[in-house]
């Protein structure tokens, strides 16, 4: 997947694969989002925010290789893929994380 991710592409629904680039620790406030890095096909790289109250943690190493669907939200650092969980309202689809055969959401 290669996309070009600017301020226009705000809150859009996005899906593609990459490689754990690094693990960042959990966000904690507020909702608790576990967050890593993913380098994409080109080399480019995206910030993943995974909603862990709505969806399990998944369990990942610097490497792995994760598919994943959510809505890209860009801000000043380059933005975030977050909402990659089912819709906890069940109204839309929804989004994943993708691992070893088994979905996220």
Request: charged share 25%; hydrophobic share 30%; no cysteine.
């Given at each position: ?43 480019q790289t995206l910030?993943?925010?995974h909603n862990i ?41 929804g989004g994943y ?9």
């Amino acid at each position: 997947m290669q996309v070009t991710f600017n301020k226009t592409d705000a809150d859009r629904w996005v899906a593609g694969s990459g490689r754990v680039r690094r693990l960042i620790g959990d966000d904690n406030e507020g909702g608790r989002h576990q967050r890593f890095v993913l380098t994409l096909h080109g080399g480019q790289t995206l910030l993943v925010a995974h909603n862990i109250d709505i969806a399990p943690r998944v369990p990942l190493g610097i490497g792995d290789r994760v598919r994943f669907r959510g809505i890209y939200e860009w801000n000043e650092l380059g933005g975030v893929l977050h909402w990659t969980h089912h819709d906890p309202h069940g109204d839309g689809e929804g989004g994943y994380l993708r691992f070893q055969r088994r979905e996220y959401s």
